[in-house]
């Protein structure tokens, strides 16, 4: 079945650092792909999305390039802030009504 | 805020006990989501449900049912609680009912089964 695998955290970072925080995914067809966020006790919140081969997504200036040959969907961020920490998840959407998650990277970014 | 609403945010029982989660989609949504999110498993779908009409179905036990209302809220009946069922336990709307419609989730209620 369609499934997400995402890199194990947490990651601890440094104000200003590059981050990459990479996905890859298994399924059929032409799913379409997701990054939630989810901050401390509150529920996700949808980070960007890409719904076919070679499509960006971006937002608050994080981005995502799906990339169907490599079957990825890798978070990148230029420069993060303290107000990123939080856990990113990344997340499938194939053929069937539900979107599979990934089990989620704890992001820490430290002042 | 998502415009979701859950109730309890907390919900501590014993062993074998039956309870029920509140969900109340955002206006305008008439898909809802229910997700199960625990440590080693991490999030886990469970059910969908369109406008009344069960959807989709993923990991749910048999213990466990759901319904949604006319008015489109939902609840999420858990019996014969186990101490595994221990989680949050989130919702999720969308306006329709395919994967593309992003989903706004709620802030989760927390299980605790003692």
């Known amino acids: 079945g369609d499934s997400v695998t995402q890199m194990e955290g947490p990651v601890t970072l440094s104000e200003e650092a590059f981050l990459t925080i990479n996905c890859t995914y298994t399924?059929?067809?032409?799913?379409?792909l997701f990054w939630y966020v989810q901050y401390p006790g509150e529920g996700l919140q949808l980070l960007l999305k890409?719904?076919?081969?070679?499509d960006k997504g971006s937002n608050k200036g994080f981005e995502a390039t799906y990339r169907k040959e490599t079957t990825s969907f890798h978070l990148e961020k230029g420069s993060v802030q303290v107000s990123d920490s939080a856990v990113y998840f990344c997340?499938?959407?194939?053929?069937?009504?539900?979107?599979?998650f990934g089990k989620g990277t704890k992001l820490t970014v430290n002042p | 805020d998502s415009g979701v609403t859950q109730t309890p945010k907390h919900l501590i029982t014993a062993t074998g006990q039956r309870v029920t989660l509140r969900c109340s989609p955002r206006s305008g949504d008439l898909s809802v989501y229910w997700y199960q999110q625990s440590l080693d498993q991490g999030l886990q779908f469970l059910i969908q449900y369109y406008n009344g009409e069960e959807r989709a179905k993923g990991n749910i036990l048999e213990r466990f049912s759901a319904q949604q209302f006319p008015d489109l809220h939902s609840e999420l009946n858990l019996s014969s609680l186990e101490l595994g069922d221990s989680a949050l336990y989130f919702c999720?709307?969308?306006?329709?009912?395919?994967?593309?419609?992003?989903?706004?989730f709620g802030n989760g209620t927390r299980l605790t089964v003692t």
């Open positions: 890409a719904t076919k081969a070679d």
């Open positions: 997340a499938l959407g194939g053929g069937s009504e539900k979107l599979v």
């Open positions: 399924a059929t067809g032409y799913p379409s």
């Open positions: 999720a709307s969308s306006v329709g009912s395919g994967v593309n419609s992003p989903l706004h």
